[in-house]
């Protein structure tokens, strides 16, 4: 990450979400008119009813949870191992971006 883009992410932290949304607005104008990214930017910045939403967010419906399991987990791995890791990788994120 170049310095300049720190700055900006730090003055971009400091802006009241409003801002912050206006900012997103820029950018995205930004990356249409050097990028062509017109659909994508437009369906995003788009407003939409919950039922239109509700529509679009197609969820089956869970009637039997055995359908939820898994048969990949290794068989000498405990759950406790899966949250450490789990932390460890945040740990090592949270490091990354700071």
């Not at 990356?31 to 197609?58: K, T």
Request: overall charge negative.
């Amino acid at each position: 990450m170049t310095p300049q883009l720190q700055q900006v992410i730090i003055a971009a932290r400091a802006l009241s979400p409003r801002d912050k949304l206006e900012l997103l607005e820029v950018i995205s104008r930004d990356l249409q008119q050097n990028y062509a990214f017109e659909e994508e930017s437009a369906a995003f910045w788009s407003s939409r009813s919950l039922e239109e939403m509700e529509q679009m967010q197609i969820t089956p419906i869970i009637t039997d949870i055995r359908t939820l399991a898994v048969d990949f987990w290794p068989e000498d791995e405990s759950a406790d191992d899966f949250n450490e890791f789990i932390a460890a990788r945040r740990q090592a994120d949270r490091m990354r971006d700071t």
